[in-house]
């Protein structure tokens, strides 16, 4: 069983720049993702990254504004988000995955099985 939970969300103007964690606390996963959900909207996969080395993955939308990262211990992941945009805003939802390197698709909401309450993203433009 994993538990995830996040911190760090807030209302930002446009161009700043906010900071998520995701504390993890259970067995450590193979991968862990940031998804976001707007109203009306699916949920969409921001970030993730491969628990178990460096290898990460962006969403064409945060590539070169959003860095996944994980402290020493891997037990709490981050995104740092910077150049922030109105569309950004969301509730950010961090989630788990123990599926394998060979099966996962690190984007897709199905392919994670543990998911944290959300906190909410909101960017004034």
């Known amino acids: 069983q994993v538990q995830l939970v996040e911190s760090g969300g807030g209302s930002v103007q446009a161009g700043g720049s906010l900071r998520l964690a995701c504390a993890v606390f259970?067995?450590?996963?193979?991968?862990m993702g940031w998804f976001r959900q707007a109203p009306g909207k699916e949920r969409e996969g921001v970030a993730a990254?491969?628990?178990?080395?460096?290898?990460?993955y962006y969403a064409d939308s945060v590539k070169g504004r959003f860095t996944i990262s994980q402290n020493n211990a891997k037990n709490t992941i981050y995104l740092q988000m910077n150049s922030l945009k109105p569309e950004d805003t969301a509730m950010y939802y961090c989630?788990?995955?123990?599926?394998?390197?060979?099966?996962?698709?690190?984007?897709?909401?199905?392919?994670?099985?543990?998911w944290g309450q959300g906190t909410q993203v909101t960017v004034s433009s």
């Open positions: 990254i491969y628990v178990g080395g460096a290898d990460t």
């Open positions: 259970g067995l450590s996963p193979n991968y």
């Open positions: 989630a788990a995955s123990f599926r394998s390197r060979t099966v996962i698709q690190v984007l897709r909401v199905d392919s994670y099985s543990y």
